[in-house]
Structures are given as C-alpha cells and as structure tokens.
C-alpha cells in the first residue's frame, strides 16, 4: 500500500496562490490516479478533481474548475494541488489519495489517504 504525505499547507489572504504536494512513497506510483479531496469543519470530504498517473490527464469539480490545477511529476513519484485565487471558502484541511483501478469522484475507490494539509485564506 502505498503512503502518502502532503505539504504546502499555510495561511494565505484572499487572491492568493499556494501549492500543495502529495508525495507518494516507493521507487514508482503504480496506482490509477491521485484525487485531490478536502473538509473543512462540520463539512463532508469534498472532492476537487484527480490526475490520470499514467498519461496526466485531469478533472475538477465545478466548485473549483478555473482556479485549481493538478499536475504530477512521475519521476519524483509527486502530486501537486495548484490553487489561485483563493476565497475564504476554501480554507480546509486538504487530502490527497490513491485510487488503484480507475480514476473517479467517488471517496470509496480511494483507498489510501494522506493525513492532511491545512489551507487558512483570510479575507
């Protein structure tokens, strides 16, 4: 199983940009996809998009498409959670997962998560 740890998380004003990555342990990343989640307090996990590992392609949600951006390094066997623009409604605590067989939306294909990166925007 492979373990993930995420980092990048801080305090940011509104119309900020911060960075996140998600570094996948082990030589090679040999799962479907790396989703992107996050919860804030009081809030269910929501998802916000995922990259493809193996050819790099990406989907968001709509609460995010435009702002955020996934990309990976294969080689560095790492994820990255580009985000611009940030609101106050985006300060949560951030996950990345692995998702083994096909990429998707849906919590449940994930079955290894990181412990979580905190996001603080400030209006």
């Known amino acids: 199983q492979v373990q993930l740890q995420e980092s990048g998380g801080g305090l940011v004003q509104a119309g900020g940009s911060l960075r996140l990555s998600c570094a996948a342990s082990?030589?090679?990343?040999?799962?479907?996809?790396m989703g992107w989640f996050r919860q804030a307090p009081g809030k269910e996990r929501e998802f916000l998009g995922y990259?493809?590992?193996?050819?790099?392609?990406?989907a968001y949600a709509d609460s995010v498409k435009g702002r955020f951006t996934i990309s990976r390094d294969s080689a560095k066997n790492v994820a990255y959670l580009e985000m611009n623009n940030l609101k106050p409604e985006d300060t949560a605590l951030y996950y990345c997962?692995?998702?083994?067989?096909?990429?998707?939306?849906?919590?449940?294909?994930?079955?290894?998560w990181g412990q979580g990166t905190q996001v603080t925007v400030s209006s």
């Open positions: 997962a692995a998702a083994r067989y096909h990429a998707t939306a849906a919590r449940s294909e994930y079955y290894s």
């Open positions: 082990g030589p090679t990343f040999r799962d479907a996809a």
């Open positions: 990259i493809i590992w193996s050819g790099g392609s990406t």
